[in-house]
């Protein structure tokens, strides 16, 4: 906590957003997606497209952090990358595709310097960086078992590189770049994650924030302790699909039928422990359903 603190002396003449962030912000505090707009938050403004449901996500997700202070996300080339100096937390981008392997190796040497603390871990990255270029890097961390968790956060296409289609773009969409449309079908990712031994899967989509709340800190505390665990996003892109931001937010609700969770056995017991030691915790997860 001593690292967010402003040093004595200097209180007056730093900014006004900086002293909120440590007099107001979620350090130390437990809070959730519930608790939004009763503290200055570790992102507040982004210069992505107007109505991205991908930037809507990424500000759920580190509204839910059990412990944000001791928490570091690794993310590759995407249109999120823009957003690291905009934001409150450890980041670090890596080479595109290598996000999974560059976990790895940091949660390990986490472990290492702090043996007796939790710090999390979160690698997160596009459709195009889990489904293809990151394909192998993800898929090994979840046979070695790493502890940290994958965020996916899904606009079915590459759209910071002008919209060609991934893996996860569903079969017959045509975008800007591959205009006789996808010739195979959408990958199946959480099933893939399921096969490769995560502890924790989840499919979810922003139009259900308090239940996307509840999957993240679920994902972040299995993985602490049990296993890799891996979420995926449903996060249309409106500017490649060509979509007002209404229309962007209506897509995201056509995922709705998808919302789902798996957990291991070991999972699922320890989630539950936790849950019961903390009604707090489950609490984050209360009228989840609500838009």
Not at 84 to 102: D, E, K, M, R, V
Not at 117 to 127: E, L, P, R, T, Y
Request: hydrophobic content about 35%.
């Amino acid at each position: 906590m001593d690292t967010v603190k402003i040093a004595p002396g200097f209180e007056e003449i730093m900014p006004k957003e900086y002293q909120d962030l440590v007099n107001d912000g979620p350090y130390g505090r437990d809070l959730g997606v519930k608790d939004l707009g009763t503290f200055k938050e570790l992102i507040e403004e982004h210069p992505l497209c107007a109505g991205c449901s991908l930037t809507l996500s990424f500000r759920l997700v580190i509204a839910s952090l059990p412990t944000p202070e001791d928490t570091l996300i690794v993310t590759c080339a995407g249109c999120f990358g823009v957003i690291h100096p905009q934001i409150s937390l450890h980041c670090t981008i890596a080479p595109f595709g290598t996000h999974n392997a560059f976990a790895s190796g940091l949660k390990r040497a986490l472990k290492v310097k702090f043996p007796n603390k939790n710090k999390d871990v979160i690698s997160m990255a596009g459709d195009g960086g889990f489904s293809d270029i990151g394909l192998a890097p993800t898929l090994h961390s979840w046979f070695r078992r790493e502890n940290f968790t994958s965020i996916m956060l899904d606009n079915e296409c590459y759209a910071n590189t002008g919209g060609q289609d991934s893996g996860m773009t569903p079969e017959g969409i045509a975008l800007n770049m591959s205009p006789k449309g996808k010739q195979f079908p959408k990958i199946q990712f959480a099933e893939i994650a399921k096969q490769a031994g995560c502890a924790y899967v989840a499919t979810v989509t922003p139009t259900k924030p308090r239940l996307l709340g509840k999957m993240a800190r679920r994902a972040i505390l299995i993985a602490r302790e049990v296993g890799p665990t891996f979420i995926r996003v449903a996060t249309a892109c409106s500017t490649n699909y060509k979509l007002s931001a209404f229309e962007g937010y209506q897509k995201a609700k056509s995922f709705e039928p998808e919302i789902g969770e798996y957990f291991t056995e070991e999972a699922e017991l320890y989630i539950k422990e936790i849950e019961k030691k903390s009604p707090k915790a489950s609490s984050k997860g209360e009228e989840e359903n609500e838009d």
